[in-house]
């Protein structure tokens, strides 16, 4: 029987897979999968929220005019060159539907977020990944891989899932080699976890460049994911371009709400930071006692790498099974091409004491 056909190609895209949310059989779940903030919104979000439910019937500010205020004001940026979107997800395909297409190519690092190359596909671009130097982006593989057919670049800096990041010499250094005509996307997802001086979100580098943009969203730090909030810093002419081509009510009301009031919340924002700074380490180190490798991470997550030969037993996957049997979940890294890895992300004190010790069992069935 004929029926529609949907744009070439479309068929083969692998639909991404989020992390798993649920588990049957226990009171309880400590979910760590997904990196979200260990502490959920703060209190004045979730205020801000139910003070405003009444008027969630009405149609957003399309512009998110006061939200864009605000983090022009907190970032030190102009307002103008600020975007917000459904998350930096939705900023990322319309990066991809504006700017590349059939016979174009979307250049991004081998361990980098999984929408880079799903929603290049979307738009008919040959996707390419360069390889990475210990986990790490490596400015000269991206270079080495640029060809006159590259119209976009990602790079998460730092990285998800790697917990890795390039200093801003090496952003810099990029940037001084990379041709003029490439746009190169700065995704700082992560950056609010970042305590390193040789680090930079990226901002800088949009105010003195035409071909540069940073990414940033509110599902993490923030406790938002499921508000779907994110925004974009990036030059007057990008700024027009998706102005164009986004949703007129793109951002929800509630998502508009709750980044007004996290934007604000600089008290919780610390204590974010200085919580993750902690439990970080401690996870970083309790894990590395176990005899397993766990690179150095700047972000809300660590990634544990597990033998590449242990004759079956202990490898990723059965870890994970055995974290389930005890109510835990962590997340896979065979999509991100790290099979014998899983990421764990910080959750409260006590979800990773017991995470760790049940890693601790498992190590020694």
């Keep these: 029987m004929a029926s529609p056909h949907p744009i070439a190609g479309l068929q083969n895209i692998a639909p991404y897979i989020g992390g798993e949310s649920e588990l049957t059989g226990f009171d309880r779940v400590i979910k760590l999968a997904s990196n979200e903030g260990a502490f959920g919104p703060s209190k004045k979000t979730l205020e801000a929220l139910s003070s405003s439910a ?18 022009a004001g907190k970032n030190n940026l102009p307002k103008d060159n600020i975007i917000c979107g459904a998350g930096s997800d939705e900023l990322i395909s319309l990066l991809c539907r504006s700017y590349a297409g059939a016979g174009d190519e979307v250049l991004y690092s081998a361990h980098g977020f999984a929408m880079y190359p799903i929603y290049g596909r979307t738009v008919r671009a040959t996707v390419v990944a360069a390889p990475e130097n210990d986990i790490t982006v490596d400015v000269d593989q991206l270079l080495g891989r640029v ?10 800096n730092p990285n ?45 580098f949009v105010t003195t460049n ?8 509110f599902s993490k730090i923030y406790g938002m994911a499921g508000l779907r909030l994110g925004w974009m810093y990036a030059p007057d002419s990008v700024i027009d371009i998706i102005n164009r081509m986004r949703s007129p009510f793109n951002v929800a009301y509630s998502a508009i709400v709750a980044g007004i009031a996290a934007t604000k919340d600089n008290k919780f924002l610390k204590l974010s930071q200085e919580h993750n700074k902690k439990w970080l380490k401690w996870t970083r180190n ?43 979940i962590v997340r896979r890294m065979g999509g991100y091409g790290l099979p014998n890895a899983l990421r764990i992300s910080i959750g409260t004190g006590e979800e990773m004491e017991i995470t760790v010790n049940s890693l601790k069992e498992f190590m020694s069935l």
């Design 54 to 71: 009444h008027d969630f019937f009405r149609y957003p500010d399309g512009d998110c005019n006061e939200l864009r205020e605000l983090l």
């Design 147 to 156: 060809t006159n057919k590259t119209k976009l670049l990602f790079i998460a």
């Design 160 to 204: 998800n899932p790697t917990g890795t990041y390039i200093p801003k010499s090496e952003v810099q250094r990029l940037i001084d080699l990379l041709p003029k005509t490439v746009l190169l996307v700065l995704d700082a997802a992560y950056s609010e976890f970042v305590d390193r001086k040789d680090y930079s979100d990226g901002a800088e």
């Design 210 to 217: 035409e071909n540069v943009i940073m990414l940033k969203t």
């Design 286 to 328: 309790s894990i590395r006692t176990l005899g397993l490798e766990v690179p150095d991470s700047v972000c809300n997550f660590v990634l544990v790498r597990f033998p590449q030969d242990s004759g079956g037993k202990l490898t990723a996957e059965s870890a994970d099974n055995f974290l389930k049997t005890k109510g835990i």
